[in-house]
């Protein structure tokens, strides 16, 4: 059974940092490209982030580039999402996705509360 | 970046209804339109990807259709499950973008 499970969410506050990893299990997870995606009441879902498979080819929503870098350990089976100067704005559930193909998102995890409030 | 717009926003229903949902693309997709279900405090779950390919497991009361820049996600016979929210997604290019949802309720 494919699982992805998210963790590493909270409370920080604006300006600080935090760091969103996501365990894989039940699949090859070194022959998938994986996304983070984030889902706000306001602004509903948006993609953030994208990484190849071998790590070597990313690209990030310009509302998040130059903030936040996306990276993976085949090795561990785990995807990461370092999020830097983060905003109120960044409040939101992030998701891990797996990737079908083509930009198509077959499996998510349940994904982690991450608050920026003072 | 390509919008996707969905409509209706909401709508309501009872179970056994004929259900659809569209979504346009502000540009031409071709047929890379995907379709999510998302119930309530769980993630996105893929139903329908390029247009019309049901994902495996997916129920074969959920069809889609469409290409260029109209989609279309119909749902032949409402299920109890099927009250969520439902989601068109572009993977033409990048970014890729969602549309708002249509969140379906009871009647």
């Known amino acids: 059974e494919v699982q992805l499970v998210e963790s590493g969410g909270g409370l920080v506050q604006p300006g600080g940092s935090l760091r969103l990893s996501c365990a894989a299990s039940?699949?090859?997870?070194?022959?998938?490209?994986m996304n983070w995606v984030r889902q706000t009441p306001g602004k509903g879902l948006e993609w953030l982030s994208y990484i190849s498979t071998s790590g070597s080819n990313t690209r990030y929503a310009d509302s998040v580039k130059g903030r936040f870098t996306i990276s993976r350990d085949n090795a561990k089976n785990s995807l990461y999402l370092q999020m830097n100067s983060l905003r109120a704005e960044d409040t939101a559930v992030y998701y891990c996705?797996?990737?079908?193909?083509?930009?198509?998102?077959?499996?998510w995890g349940q994904g982690a509360l991450v608050t920026v409030s003072s | 970046d390509i919008q996707m717009t969905q409509s209706p926003s909401s709508l309501s229903a009872s179970v056994g209804d004929r259900v659809t949902i569209t979504c346009r693309a502000s540009q031409n997709i071709s047929r890379y339109l995907n379709w999510y279900r998302q119930k309530s405090g769980t993630a996105p779950n893929l139903l329908v990807y390029?247009?019309?390919h049901l994902q495996s497991g997916v129920p074969s009361r959920f069809s889609g259709s469409g290409s260029g820049t109209n989609f279309t996600l119909t749902i032949s016979s409402l299920q109890p499950e099927d009250f969520a929210t439902f989601y068109c997604q572009q993977s033409y290019t990048s970014p890729l973008t969602f549309g708002q949802g249509t969140k379906v309720d009871v009647k």
């Open positions: 996705a797996r990737q079908l193909g083509s930009g198509v998102l077959d499996y």
């Open positions: 390029a247009a019309s």
């Open positions: 039940g699949f090859t997870f070194r022959t998938y490209e």
